[in-house]
C-alpha cells in the first residue's frame, strides 16, 4: 500500500489536509430564494446583494411578529385619541354595550367596558380609583405586559381600593403599598403609555347598574393632584365608527417607530431592540429607509400578516386544541400569559404569542389561570365539524350541551376573520348569551345556536347572522367557569354544517 498516494488522496484541493465536507461551501448553492454563487467562499456581488436582500426582509418579518403587542396597544392608544380621550381623566365607556362599529379585536357584547390610558410621562405616578362591584380590570404597558389586576380578580377583590401606577425610572418618593399598611395597591410598569381597561357586569341584562359605577366611582388623576383631582369625563362610544387595530401594512413599521421613540429605551430587551434596529427603528434616530429598504418592508411586512394569519387561523400547534375530538381552540396556548410554557424552559413561546395578539387584547393572568367560579375562559372555533373554514353563504348549528359550566352566564360572538372585531350584520350584536337573551331551550335544557345569512324558521331567537361572501369565527365565552370546565367533563359540540 503506497501510505503517501493514500494521503494525498485525502487531501482537500488547496488545503494542506482533508477538511470536513460540512463546513465547505459549493461555488454554487441552490436555495429557495434562487442560485448562490461563491468564489472559494466568498458570494459574488449578485449572491450578496441577495442575500442581504433576504436577511432584512427576514428582519421585516420578525419585527412585525414580536412587536405586534407594542402596535396593539398603540393602535387602542390612537383609537382614544379618535374618540377625543387625550387625557388620563378622560375614559372611554359604551354605555349601551360594544356594538359591531368599533373595530375592536375580539371585543364582547355582554359586559360594559370603561377604558383608560395613562401617560406616565406626562403625569408621573397615577392613582387609578376602582368603586366596589367592579368587574375584571387590568392594567397592561405598552408592549401590552401585565402590570396588574384591578378589580374582582385584582387584590381589591371586588371591593373597591386605590392603585398607584410608577412610572419607570421613578426617583421621586412612593407612597407605602396597601400590604404595607398604605393606602394605595402600588405597581411600577416598565412604560410610561399604559391602557387600563375595566369590565362591569350587566343586571338583569342592562348595562345601567355598571355605568352608574363608573360613572360614580371610577376616578384617575396624577399622584400629585390627589389633592384637587380633575373631574373625569366619560365618552360613550356605542354605535360609534372608529379603529384601534394596528396597521398591517407598511404603516405597522411607522406605528411601531412612535412607539421606541416615546417610550424609554429599556422597556424592551437588547435582543428585541435589535431586531427592530436591523430594519432603521431605533430610539434617537429618525426611521427614514431609502426606496430598497421600503419596498423590502412592503414586501416583508406582507409575508409577516400572512405568517400570523396562518399561525391564527391555521394554527399547527397541538397544544392548542381544548379537546382532542373538538376543533375549539385555546386564546393562551400552553396555558402561560407570559407565554413561557408555565416553567420557561422552552424559552418565549413566539408563536403562542403572535397567535393571541393578533386575535385579541388584553394580557392578564386571571385569563390563563383556573379560577373556579371566578373570571372567565375563552375557546376560539375558525373551522367546522369537518375542517373547513366557515363560509357566511351557508348555515351552521351549535349545539350548547345542558348545565354550561358558568356561574354567571355563557355568551356566543362571532367576528369577521379581517378585522377579528365583531362581524357587521343585520344585528348590531351578532351574538348570543344564556341570560340577556331569551334562548329557545331543548327539553333536555340544551340550546341550539343557528349561523347563517337567514334565520331558520322558527329558530328567529338563536340565530346570529352572517354575511354571504365573508368568512367568520367565533368565540364561547363562560364568565364564572365552573369545575367541568376545567376537567372537561362538559364539552360544547362542534360547529356542523347544516346541509
Known sequence: ????????????????????????????????????????????????????DNLDTFRAVETFLNFVPATSLEGLRLGHI??????????????????????FLTGNTETVYCLGLLDLEKDGPTVVEIPPGCGPGTCDDAFFRF????????PDRGEGGKY??????????????????????????RSYV??????????????DAAVKMFKDGVKIYPLSKADNPPAMEFINCSKEVFNTIHANNYKFYEELDHVIQREPVDFIDPELRGIAAAIGLVKGKEFAPDERMKKILTDGVAIANGTARAIAFRNRDLRSKIFEDRQWTSGFIGGDYRWLGGDGLAGRDFDARTFFFYLATVNTPAMAMKMVGKGSQYALVFVDKDGEPFDGSKNYKLHIPANAPA??????????????????????????????????ENADGSVDLYFGPKAPEGKEANWIATVPEKGWFTCFRLYGPLEPWFDKTWRPGDIELVK
Not at 485525502?10 to 441552490?30: C, H, L, Q, R, S
Open 407 to 440: 356561574k354567571d352566564f355563557w355568551s356566543v360572538v362571532v367576528y369577521d376573520p379581517q378585522t377579528r372585531s365583531e362581524l357587521q350584520t343585520s344585528q348590531p350584536f351578532p351574538s348570543k348569551n344564556n341570560t340577556g337573551d331569551k334562548l329557545v
Open 1 to 52: 500500500m503506497n501510505t503517501r498516494t493514500t494521503i494525498a488522496t485525502a487531501i482537500t484541493p488547496g488545503f494542506n489536509e482533508k477538511i470536513p465536507d460540512e463546513i465547505m461551501t459549493p461555488d454554487k448553492v441552490e436555495t429557495s430564494i434562487g442560485t448562490l454563487n461563491f468564489a472559494d467562499g466568498v458570494p459574488d456581488a449578485e449572491t450578496t446583494q441577495k442575500l442581504y
Open 147 to 154: 402590570v396588574i389586576d384591578m378589580g374582582l380578580p385584582g
Open 164 to 189: 398607584l401606577i410608577v412610572p419607570p425610572g421613578y426617583e421621586g418618593e412612593v407612597p407605602k403599598d396597601k400590604k404595607d399598611g398604605g393606602e394605595y395597591y402600588v405597581a411600577h410598569s
Open 82 to 103: 379618535e374618540r377625543g380621550a387625550t387625557e388620563s381623566n378622560q375614559m372611554l365607556i359604551f354605555e349601551e354595550l360594544l356594538d359591531s362599529n368599533p373595530l
Open 194 to 207: 399604559n391602557w387600563v381597561p375595566l369590565r362591569g357586569f350587566l343586571v338583569d341584562g342592562k348595562p
